[in-house]
């Protein structure tokens, strides 16, 4: 009983660090974002069409905003290439508070994320906030909508500055990248050593 306990205990935490959940892609992650004047949201919604250049499992987007008020607001997740008011079907939605100048997200169930396929990830009620987007030079633009009352209403629009939207998109990759195999090798041969472990603290030897 105690071997396998100790097995129990060890082989989940060892597989879940190779294969937890982690930034499976991302669009300007590592660009300043926008903050003060010019910068605010003058509508209530926004969202931005997103190409998945492959194919996992999404379980939060996280946004960097430039300020915040303490409101919360809700990530949405559609099929595209329309919102849900033109015929796009909802995947998925999370509700978060906004963290200023740091990357932050609601936590959805699991949506498979087709490589190549085109979703709309929005956001409601943004009205005054600040980003989550940057003025860089090169920045990678997407095309946005926007709406009201929690209903997008327009796009696809080209936005110049808040179609660079900055965000990470967590989850899980269909195939595991070779860092990830990697980790689950160590762990592997923790688990072994740990199994010969156990075996001696039961058997006394």
Known sequence: MKRLACLTTLTP?????????TIVDSVNQSEPVCSGSGCNFVVDDVGWFYTAPFSYTLTSVDFKFGSTDGRSVTEEVFTSPTPAALGGTLLG??????????????????????????????????????????????????LGASGTGGTFTSG??????SGNVIMELIGTSAVPE????????????????ARKRCSRAVTGR
């Open 13 to 21: 935490l060892l597989l879940g660090a190779a294969f937890g959940s």
């Open 93 to 142: 939605s999370a509700t978060f508070v906004p963290v200023a100048d740091s990357f932050a997200g609601g936590s959805l169930s699991p949506i498979s994320i087709i490589g190549g396929d085109i979703y709309l990830i929005g956001i409601l009620n943004v009205n005054g906030l600040d980003g989550p987007f940057t003025l860089a030079n090169g920045a990678q633009n997407l």
């Open 156 to 161: 696809p629009n080209y936005f110049p500055a």
């Open 178 to 193: 070779p860092s990830s195999l990697s980790l689950l090798a160590v762990g592997l041969a923790l688990a072994f050593f």
